[in-house]
């Protein structure tokens, strides 16, 4: 006969996730929630993902050395939107958004000569800035993804200068 001594830390409590089954989980979830939510009685705030996202994308397009934010077919779609009219500031920018928590992929072209790492950093920081302070939420993490270098031609910017707009 074996007898097994059982630590507390060995040992699952009553009401804890890992002795609570998975649907009952998700309703103790949600009832601390709207506990928490309601804690002054004046009801709840949500915030869209796409408002969080818009505020990255403004934070991360103020850095120094960000040329545009997104890959090669979301710039292509992006250079169409600002070409009527709407620019898209989430373009290149996918949030994650929990209860209290964000985590935030960045795609991002960085023009020539900023350093690459430098350039990341201050977008990261950006981030992390912009939405703890506008939208109050904690940022678990900013992923950066550099998919392209812009390396500006003293011929494209001098066209860009001294071309007019054509009219039919």
Same mark, same amino acid.
């Given at each position: ?7 507390? +830390? ?13 649907s +009952?989980?998700d309703?103790? +979830?949600?009832?601390?929630t709207a ?18 996202a ?53 795609t991002?072209v ?16 950006a ?15 900013v992923n950066?993804?550099?998919t ?8 494209s ?12």
């Amino acid at each position: 006969m074996t007898i097994q001594t059982h630590t507390p +830390a060995d040992v699952p409590a009553k009401n804890t996730p890992a002795a609570t089954p998975a649907s +009952a989980q998700d309703k103790t +979830a949600r009832d601390l929630t709207a506990q928490d939510k309601g804690k002054d009685g004046r009801g709840a705030t949500t915030v869209a993902d796409g408002v969080v996202a818009k505020i990255a994308g403004i934070a991360i397009q103020e850095i120094p050395g960000v040329h545009a934010l997104g890959g090669g077919a979301a710039r292509a779609i992006g250079n169409l939107r600002e070409k009527v009219g709407h620019k898209d500031l989430t373009q290149g920018v996918s949030v994650e958004v929990g209860q209290t928590q964000v985590a935030v992929d960045v795609t991002l072209v960085v023009e020539y000569p900023h350093p690459l790492q430098e350039v990341a950093d201050n977008a990261r920081d950006a981030v992390y800035t912009a939405i703890e302070d506008l939208v109050g939420m904690e940022v678990t993490e900013v992923n950066i993804t550099i998919t392209d270098i812009h390396v500006p031609s003293e011929d494209s910017e001098a066209d860009d200068a001294t071309r007019e707009p054509r009219v039919a």
